[in-house]
């Protein structure tokens, strides 16, 4: 795919990229880099929406806006122009001129053979902690499984589901489950750079704090989740200095320091 984009984009004169994740903000960057002028065209209400919440959307739009990057969110494509070749990307009230159009909106579970075999499934298969499905004997994992509500489509969640399902079919570990995915996100594109981890909301707000420092003129924006003295989640966008440290106390669960500014002032 990589290779197949480069080979359009070097006969491309103006670029339309589909789909504003991880992998939407990445192409466009890149194709920037080879000097398109490039719209990224995102459905959600800002881009990165799973990860970032819109304080920080924002500073990674201005830093996309800063690099040539043109964004609409909030719309998507009613269809493409052109007979042969695409010459034009249509919007509900715009039409996009474009030469080369990349799609990057994230995967969908294959559900089909699993309806008709009368499986529960939802958005994907629904399977358990110990991945089973409904039906006796039949389990799965990856992009096609929705646990406790969530199809990760992502590989680190698949790998770790695989790890548990091997322990359970080899007998090496009869009782083993998937204990759920506690999704870390980074992001280096060219001068952008962002890092997100642990839930993108502000956690229930009786038992979670929120401490945000946000600087435009810097393009940096810092967002700590704690519950008690534990940290939740985080972002990062802009200034990635403190992000060691930070995954580092998020993962080993430690406590807080007095001061929880204290682990992102360090950066500033």
């Given at each position: 795919?990589?290779?197949?984009?480069?080979?359009?984009?070097?006969?491309?004169?103006?670029?339309?990229?589909?789909?504003?994740?991880?992998?939407?903000?990445?192409?466009?960057?890149?194709?920037?880099?080879?000097?398109?002028?490039v719209t990224l065209v995102h459905r959600g209400p800002w881009l990165m929406s799973r990860q970032l919440d819109?304080?920080?959307?924002?500073?990674?739009?201005?830093?996309?806006a800063a690099l040539g990057v043109a964004v609409r969110t909030g719309t998507e494509v009613c269809a493409l122009?052109?007979?042969?070749?695409?010459?034009?990307?249509?919007?509900?009230?715009?039409?996009l001129p474009a030469s080369l159009v990349v799609f990057t909106c994230g995967v969908r579970p294959r559900t089909?053979?699993?309806?008709?075999?009368?499986?529960?499934?939802?958005?994907?298969?629904?399977?358990?902690?110990?991945?089973?499905?409904?039906?006796?004997?039949?389990?799965?994992?990856?992009?096609?499984?929705?646990?406790?509500?969530?199809?990760?489509?992502?590989?680190?969640?698949?790998?770790?589901?695989?790890?548990?399902?091997?322990?359970?079919?080899?007998?090496?570990?009869?009782?083993?489950?998937?204990?759920?995915?506690?999704?870390?996100?980074?992001?280096?594109?060219?001068?952008?750079?962002?890092?997100?981890?642990?839930?993108?909301?502000?956690?229930?707000?009786?038992?979670?704090?929120?401490?945000?420092?946000?600087?435009?003129?810097?393009?940096?924006?810092?967002?700590?989740?704690?519950?008690?003295?534990?940290?939740?989640?985080?972002?990062?966008?802009?200034?990635?200095?403190?992000?060691?440290?930070?995954?580092?106390?998020?993962?080993?669960?430690?406590?807080?320091?007095?001061?929880?500014?204290?682990?992102?002032?360090?950066?500033?």
């Amino acid at each position: 795919d990589c290779r197949r984009v480069a080979d359009g984009a070097g006969r491309a004169g103006r670029a339309v990229v589909v789909g504003g994740g991880v992998l939407g903000v990445g192409v466009a960057r890149a194709l920037t880099a080879r000097g398109l002028p490039v719209t990224l065209v995102h459905r959600g209400p800002w881009l990165m929406s799973r990860q970032l919440d819109s304080g920080a959307a924002r500073i990674l739009t201005a830093g996309l806006a800063a690099l040539g990057v043109a964004v609409r969110t909030g719309t998507e494509v009613c269809a493409l122009r052109g007979t042969g070749r695409v010459t034009a990307v249509e919007l509900p009230d715009e039409a996009l001129p474009a030469s080369l159009v990349v799609f990057t909106c994230g995967v969908r579970p294959r559900t089909h053979l699993a309806r008709a075999a009368g499986l529960v499934v939802r958005e994907g298969i629904v399977v358990d902690d110990a991945l089973a499905t409904s039906a006796a004997g039949i389990h799965a994992i990856g992009d096609c499984a929705e646990v406790h509500g969530t199809v990760h489509g992502l590989s680190g969640p698949a790998w770790a589901q695989a790890d548990v399902l091997a322990a359970r079919l080899s007998g090496a570990g009869p009782d083993a489950r998937w204990p759920g995915s506690r999704p870390l996100v980074r992001l280096t594109a060219g001068p952008l750079q962002l890092a997100a981890f642990g839930p993108p909301g502000d956690g229930a707000a009786d038992t979670c704090d929120v401490l945000r420092v946000a600087d435009a003129r810097q393009g940096t924006y810092k967002k700590l989740v704690l519950r008690g003295d534990r940290l939740e989640s985080a972002l990062l966008v802009g200034d990635l200095s403190a992000v060691g440290g930070l995954i580092h106390v998020w993962r080993s669960d430690e406590p807080l320091p007095a001061d929880p500014l204290d682990l992102i002032r360090t950066s500033s």
